[in-house]
């Protein structure tokens, strides 16, 4: 996961040294269909089974993640205003509400990574400011996608793309970590379907501001035409 992070960072400093409006229709239905989706999701805790060091640590982090998603998404549409950050970023705070309550039925403290005996609290989640991430690399990736994503409307969108790919990516790896746990699996695969039609309505965007290769024109790292389209 940090090697993720560490080659997003270098990427775009890369990048940085050379050089859409999307359907707001469709992407109010995708905001509307998460919230159904998270309104019907089953996920009692079995709190009799103990959750792992790596499945602990795959709740906060994914908690974090989501809450670097909705973060950049807000800042970036007051600088960058598109369709795609204004109605993506509501999703986002589904997102970290599904994760959320996994944090919550298992009283697991998420800011404090050291000892995660700590209980959980609502009060400490909802003051984090934006910006503010107990995981020292997702902050270090705030910084990066903020410094990108203001110079322009198209690289807020690429922005977009980057910021899907990285969690669709980490989603992969701690569904593989929750096996055993379908709580976590279930609320990871509904997580990474949003970031699948999220990845597209950048894609979508960048497309309809004239970059004919989308996403995939940031590089192969985040091209990837085999996500499912709904």
């Not at 909802?126 to 995981?135: H, Q």
Request: net charge negative; proline share 2%; hydrophobic share 35%.
């Amino acid at each position: 996961m940090k090697n993720i992070i560490v080659t997003t960072i270098l990427t775009l400093l890369i990048a940085s040294c050379g050089g859409g409006n999307g359907n707001g229709n469709n992407q109010e239905n995708q905001q509307a269909n998460l919230e159904n989706a998270l309104e019907s999701l089953d996920t009692p805790s079995d709190t009799t089974v103990t959750l792992s060091e790596e499945q602990k640590y795959a709740l906060a982090f994914m908690w974090h993640e989501e809450k670097l998603a909705y973060d950049i998404y807000h800042e970036l549409n007051k600088i960058q205003p598109s369709n795609q950050l204004a109605n993506i970023q509501n999703s986002e705070t589904t997102h970290m509400d599904a994760v959320e309550q996994l944090i919550k039925n298992y009283d697991i403290n998420v800011t404090n990574l050291k000892d995660y005996t700590i209980a959980y609290s609502q009060d400490e989640l909802s003051n984090m400011a934006i910006g503010e991430y107990a995981v020292p690399e997702i902050k270090a990736l705030y910084d990066t996608l903020y410094a990108k994503g203001q110079n322009s409307k198209q690289d807020a969108l690429e922005v977009g793309c980057m910021v899907e790919v990285t969690d669709i990516n980490d989603l992969n790896e701690y569904i593989d970590i929750a096996q055993g746990k379908s709580d976590l699996i279930q609320t990871f695969e509904f997580l990474r379907d949003g970031s699948y039609n999220h990845y597209w309505a950048f894609d979508k965007g960048l497309k309809s501001m004239g970059v004919s290769d989308g996403c995939c024109g940031i590089g192969s790292e985040w091209c990837h035409p085999e996500y499912p389209q709904k």
